[in-house]
């Protein structure tokens, strides 16, 4: 059965709901001055965990269960990446466009024809805040984690090209 979920962020808010027919179940929370994401969803928590300076790596740590390590996400250049879990599983983030309007996570198979997307996602822009829908229709609990996988590499990415266009703007200035 496919699971539908909207998600909002609002502009200057460091906080991302998700919800469920209007319902709230889950959330990606990044304090300030940190580079970890907490997120929850359902009955799951997760910390995304970044580590590295110039070359990113980040631990998905499940702090349900004493904040074991569950998977890992390898991120690229040309914006791809991959997330590998304790089972076995890769799934890779692709997006659509440059605007990031839609990304999926798709489920690596034994060849390229065996790929599966499994959780899609859409973003509309409105004035001051940032909102869009999921679908999936994997089996929980590996849903949740891919699902909430896929919105924090996307966000991951966005904060990353504003670091590098301010850094753009600084040395312009200079």
Known sequence: MATRLSWVKEAFRRDVHLMENGVEVGKLHQAIFERDVDASLYTV?????????????????DLTADNRIIGTIT???????????ENGSVYTWKRHNML???WDMIREGAT???DK??????RTRQFLT????????????EAEIV??????????????RRVVAAAGVAALGA
């Open 45 to 61: 928590q997760l910390r995304f965990d970044v580590t590295g300076f110039l070359r990113h790596a980040v631990n998905v740590h």
């Open 117 to 122: 997307e499994v959780v899609s996602y859409t």
């Open 112 to 114: 390229d024809a065996d």
């Open 147 to 160: 699902l909430l996988t896929g919105l924090f590499i996307r966000n991951y990415f966005l904060r990353r």
């Open 130 to 141: 940032d909102h869009g829908d999921i679908t999936t229709d994997l089996p929980s609990p």
């Open 75 to 85: 991120l690229h250049f040309g914006k791809r990446a991959e997330l590998t879990l």
């Open 100 to 102: 990031m309007r839609e």
